[in-house]
């Protein structure tokens, strides 16, 4: 990345960079090259930094938790944004939470929870922030969340906050408008709950965690689910019927506990996992005349 450009950033008050920013450390399969890191302490701080890489014609990715996205090993050549710190906000008012991208999915059920409120449980053990959840319409357990949010704002291409119905969002399965109109930066959103028991809330909750842990290698770095649903099957029964279960490039592995998950066994590099993703492909095209789909996101 342009030295000015760093030098610029750098003039922004609240703003902190890091030349050299470890994405094996921020990304879900703990893989990945390095990359000039941007973090803010607050949300103005945060989108002025927007606003002196988009005037720069600088590269740039946002990110939040990382949980479903694939660094490469050669790093990134441009900024990497980081939502965590400077938009992390979220509040409860009657049946409504707001909660900013940055946020952790699992911190915005906590507080659903706190207030008596219903419908979010679905979500708990996603392990995304807010915006990387609204970015691919996140889901599990029959709930995903064109289910529970009603509006998000954002800053559109030109620089103005626009805040949208989410019936505008294009939501559907494991899609969003988003994805479409990458230079739209997700900024909040606003979910519309209903008053329930609290404690039947983290009972569920709680369950909800510990079917993620019986029926997933969580103890492996991974994306979660690295294919999306094909029409008419699933990718883990694919993948599994097609003798792939436990099938490595490397220190990649298609998961023993789960064939819908690739996981890094230990060692491996993304190259590995790209070749694993191939691989898999390949095999179930061959096999079942099923095209997989990738649900995870390529920082590249």
Sequence with gaps: MDQKVTEALRRIEGVSVDESGELSLLTG??????????????RDAFLEAVRCLRESGTKYFILGNGTNVLAMDEG??????????ALSDITADGCTIRASAGASLADVCRTACAAGLTGLEFAYGIPGSVGGAVFMNAGAYGGEM?????????????????????GELGLSYRR??????????????????????????????????NKRIEKQPLEYPSCGSTFKRPQGSYASKLIDECGLRGFSVGGAQVSEKHCGFLINRGGATTSDILALIDAVKARV????????????EFLR
Excluded: N, W
């Design 29 to 42: 399969f703990r893989t990945g090259g390095r990359a000039v890191t941007v973090s803010a302490d607050s």
């Design 76 to 85: 990134y050549d441009g900024a990497v944004l980081l939502t965590k710190e």
């Design 146 to 166: 064109s289910d529970v949010i009603t509006e998000v704002e954002y800053m559109d291409e030109d620089g103005s906050i626009v805040t949208a119905d989410a």
């Design 176 to 209: 969003s408008e988003f994805q479409d109109h990458r230079d739209r930066l997700i900024l909040s959103a606003v979910f519309r709950l209903e008053s329930g028991d609290s404690r039947l809330i983290e009972e569920t909750m709680r369950d909800t965690m």
């Design 285 to 296: 095209k061959e096999m079942t005349g099923y095209e997989l789909e990738c649900e995870i």
